[in-house]
């Protein structure tokens, strides 16, 4: 590996000596840059990222304690070698303070900075390959989850050698857990950037996604099941903040791809319930297998419009380009149901995840899923689960 070395000092001839104080490249190290004052180096430090520098004290406009508290935020890891022409105690203990790796007194001894320098690359190259290894690690602990997860998901795990497994891997799913189902419809074309990605690719990026996204939340887990399908853990969130971060994701995901997103979620109410759901969601997702085009569109925005309180058949045949007609007749065919049965249904259902969450009002969740009015919503509840609201939430839950 090239080392990068920065030299901060104002006075030329010191300047010169320090860049001629041995072949810095028989110890691998570039001298990327030199500067003549504080506010120069500060500039070309953040730019370049040297691994090194060699800073004089008395510089003009940022002297070099000065300077090195304001790279520290900067180079976190870089080494930091004191030049000085004060043989003051203050100015070193300040220099100890702000853990500068040696404090060397002009005029400076050559053999002394190349012996400072050889120490400091050391510490660098421990540092570097400490980094390297946990990488690797990391990458090899991913690599274990994802099939840990995919043989959870199937029932190969049992209970007890999965909580084992969360030890092992240092799994944290607690409180109520969010689970998400990402897939990508390739056949569909939504005119992206990127026309001809390849599966690795888009699987990657929309992985990436899904993690910037949710990198505000504290904990969570994205990997991918044997069918290409991702699955995302989000602990300790209700369902209306999952669907929530889900639409942010499908959007954001949809926009930058140019493909179609489709997307469902579940809450769990404890992670034993993982394999249920898991299987759960992933024969919702399949339904889309075999539908045409057409219909795998409108299915897709009425599962992310359904809160709306005006979609209707005609808003749904506009954008997917055709005749309310001849749309309905399509969904009627390859749905088994009719346009505002199919809706209703997934209203309901959305309603049903909503009820997990005790502090929510049966009024409010009508909203959520699109009804004008309580009236509405129960009785559109009671024709698809055959029971009241009310009667749901008193633990009467025979609907499947």
């Given at each position: 590996?090239?080392?990068?070395?920065?030299?901060?000092?104002?006075?030329?001839?010191?300047?010169?000596?320090?860049?001629?104080?041995?072949?810095?490249?028989?110890?691998?190290?570039?001298?990327?840059?030199?500067?003549?004052?504080?506010?120069?180096?500060?500039?070309?430090?953040?730019?370049?990222q040297p691994h090194i520098l060699f800073v004089d004290i008395n510089m003009p406009f940022l002297n070099g304690l000065e300077l090195i508290k304001e790279l520290r935020e900067h180079l976190p890891e870089s080494i930091f070698i004191v030049i000085s022409g004060y043989d003051q105690f203050s100015y070193a203990q300040q220099a100890i303070?702000?853990?500068?790796?040696?404090?060397?007194?002009?005029?400076?001894?050559?053999?002394?900075?190349?012996?400072?320098?050889?120490?400091?690359?050391?510490?660098?190259?421990?540092?570097?390959?400490?980094?390297?290894?946990?990488?690797?690690?990391?990458?090899?602990?991913?690599?274990?989850?994802e099939k840990f997860f995919q043989e959870w998901g199937t029932g190969q795990i049992s209970d007890e050698n999965v909580k084992k497994r969360f030890q092992l891997l240092d799994?944290?799913?607690?409180?109520?857990?969010?689970?998400?189902?990402?897939?990508?419809?390739?056949?569909?074309?939504?005119?992206?950037?990127?026309?001809?990605?390849?599966?690795?690719?888009?699987?990657?990026?929309?992985?990436?996604?899904?993690?910037?996204?949710?990198?505000?939340?504290?904990?969570?887990?994205?990997?991918?099941?044997?069918?290409?399908?991702?699955?995302?853990?989000l602990p300790n969130i209700d369902m209306d903040e999952l669907i929530r971060v889900n639409r942010e994701i499908k959007e954001?995901?949809?926009?930058?791809?140019?493909?179609?997103?489709?997307?469902?979620?579940q809450i769990l109410t404890n992670y034993q319930e993982f394999p249920t759901y898991f299987k759960s969601l992933r024969k919702e997702i399949t339904s889309y297998n075999g539908l045409s085009p057409m219909v795998i569109l409108a299915k897709d925005y009425i599962d992310h419009h359904y809160f709306e309180h005006s979609i209707s058949l005609n808003e749904v045949a506009d954008m997917v380009q055709v005749s309310p007609t001849y749309l309905s007749k399509k969904i009627k065919t390859e749905l088994g149901a009719s346009f505002i049965t199919y809706l209703t249904k997934v209203r309901i259902n959305k309603a049903l995840m909503l009820m997990k969450d005790p502090y929510l009002k049966i009024y409010e969740i009508a909203d959520m899923v699109g009804y004008s009015t309580q009236h509405y919503f129960c009785n559109a509840f009671k024709k698809v689960t055959g029971i009241s609201p009310t009667v749901y939430r008193s633990g009467a839950k025979s609907y499947e």
């Open positions: 590996m090239l080392w990068k070395l920065l030299i901060a000092e104002d006075e030329t001839t010191i300047r010169r000596g320090l860049r001629n104080a041995a072949n810095w490249e028989d110890y691998s190290i570039e001298i990327v840059g030199e500067a003549e004052d504080g506010e120069i180096a500060l500039e070309m430090a953040i730019e370049l303070k702000m853990d500068v790796f040696d404090y060397i007194l002009k005029p400076v001894n050559t053999e002394e900075l190349k012996k400072t320098v050889m120490n400091a690359l050391e510490i660098l190259e421990t540092t570097t390959r400490n980094k390297q290894l946990d990488l690797q690690l990391e990458d090899n602990r991913q690599i274990l989850k799994i944290k799913l607690e409180g109520q857990v969010g689970i998400s189902m990402y897939k990508v419809v390739k056949e569909i074309d939504e005119g992206g950037t990127e026309q001809n990605w390849s599966e690795t690719l888009i699987s990657f990026s929309l992985k990436n996604i899904i993690g910037d996204v949710l990198k505000a939340y504290p904990y969570y887990e994205v990997f991918e099941d044997y069918s290409g399908q991702t699955i995302s853990l954001f995901a949809e926009r930058f791809l140019g493909r179609v997103i489709l997307c469902n979620e």
